[in-house]
């Protein structure tokens, strides 16, 4: 797991180094303290008190404090003794908790809308994805079905007991991610699209924060913390749907750009005699190895498009493709060999601008990533530079269509874990009658 650090770790507490500052100075300098404990339980394991404060370098005292806060906010818990092999009484053992504490992330894509549901210890609360035809309609229309389901998925995690600490929405495009405005999502048709304001007037709660980002380095961020490639410090991450989207882990932190919107490699123009693309600019990469493009070749009958009044979920349509494999329909060969060429060539200019050890392909990509791979992997070998490509190989994603909304519920778990006050100090229940005498 990658692991970022906060606050001070050269003995003492942070707030001990200060001679004196402003009760502004002493809320940030408490926060990053109790940020940095249940980041350390959380990556570390169960630990006692004494042992956090030896490991973090914030005194014994300062620890107590820190571990009492974070446990009337429901996100640390007492398991027990912890016997380390120490003389004298074992300390009790701290333990991440969260178990009363949701984080809900999303993705709208071309075919479905996907929810993603975990509590902070990350148990999987819900995962799940919508058939849903967002290049069919309007951008209300769409959102009106993504707070339909964000009002399923909450009214779920309210049956659990389990609070929402945030919703972060993932979509395939250009997103503010200050404003929660998606700038262009060509293949959605929306522009310049106010989602996490329409949310709140659609009936979130205004104390549920909202986020918005891009779906490829959501999907990316997934992948190097849990997925396949998790901890390769140098990556890319390629989505497999109607569009391309790349997210790329350099040096182990995600490769933003000046505006947020680095990884826009589907709309990279490999073809100038080429199709249009949803964008408008003729020969995109997505021309070539999106979906779409798959379905147009294989399933020329079923192409994206042609409204037959059958709503099919990107499976769906692999299964088709199966079918008519299996049977023996020489287009789907083709189809494939031709998407996986153009995957290999587009990926050789990835690897000799970002030069990462892993490309990890995901959505429909993996699925097919048998046939693919063999054929991407050699055209990658003859087109990018020796030393970069003989290094660098192709490895499918095991989290499915689903990384994207994998990702997002991630960013708000890590949001609480750089801000743990933004967790509500719970209520106590009332003790019993015995105690109370």
């Known amino acids: 797991m990658h692991r970022s650090w906060t606050g001070s770790r050269n003995g003492g507490s942070t707030s001990s180094n200060r001679s004196a500052g402003t009760p502004a100075d002493q809320a940030t300098v408490r926060r990053s303290n109790l940020s940095l404990v249940l980041r350390h339980v959380s990556e570390y394991g169960p630990r006692s008190r004494s042992v956090v404060a030896m490991e973090t370098g914030l005194n014994k005292t300062t620890v107590t404090s820190l571990v009492s806060e974070l446990q009337a906010r429901g996100l640390l ?13 074992p300390g009790l053992a701290l333990a991440l908790d969260g178990a009363g504490v949701g984080a809900l992330g999303l993705e709208v894509n071309a075919d479905y809308i996907a929810a993603f549901a975990t509590d902070l210890g990350g148990r999987v609360l819900i995962d799940r994805r919508v058939s849903f035809d967002s290049m069919g309609c309007d951008s209300e229309r769409s959102l009106t079905e993504l707070a339909r389901v964000i009002g399923e998925a909450m009214a779920e995690l309210d049956l659990l007991e389990v609070r929402i600490a945030g919703i972060t929405v993932a979509v395939p495009g250009l997103v503010d991610t200050a404003t929660g405005i998606v700038d262009v999502a060509p293949n959605l048709g929306w522009y310049g699209v106010p989602v996490a304001e329409w949310l709140v007037r659609a009936g979130v ?13 959501l999907a990316a961020l997934a992948e190097f913390t849990g997925g396949v490639a998790s901890g390769t410090s140098d990556l890319v991450y390629l989505t497999g749907e109607v569009g391309i989207g790349g997210g790329v882990i350099s040096g ?11 990884g826009e490699v589907g709309h990279v123009m490999v073809d100038p005699s080429g199709e249009r693309c949803g964008c408008g600019r003729i020969g995109c990469w997505e021309t070539k190895v999106g979906l779409a493009a798959l379905v147009r070749m294989a399933t020329p009958d079923h192409a994206y498009g042609m409204h037959d009044g059958v709503m099919r979920d990107p499976e769906e349509r692999l299964a088709e493709i199966e079918l008519r494999w299996a049977a023996g329909d020489p287009r789907v060969d083709l189809a494939i060999g031709e998407v996986g060429r153009w995957l290999g060539r587009g990926s050789a200019t990835l690897v000799n601008l970002f030069n990462p050890r892993v490309i990890v392909i995901g959505g429909y990509f993996a699925k097919l990533a048998d046939r693919l791979i063999p054929v991407a992997q050699a055209e990658l070998r003859r087109l ?3 030393g970069s490509v003989a290094r660098c190989e192709f490895v499918a994603s095991d989290l499915g269509f689903g990384a994207a909304s994998r990702g997002a519920a991630g960013i708000v778990t890590e949001r609480v874990l750089s801000n743990p006050t933004a967790i509500d100090v719970r209520l106590a229940e009332p003790a019993p009658e015995k105690e109370r005498e």
């Open 205 to 217: 709660p205004p104390n549920v924060p909202i986020s918005v980002d891009n779906d490829a380095n």
């Open 77 to 89: 818990k007492e398991i027990g003794p912890q016997h380390a092999g120490a003389v004298g009484r």
């Open 384 to 386: 990018g530079v020796e």
């Open 252 to 262: 182990g932190r995600l490769l933003s750009g000046a505006d947020g919107f680095a």
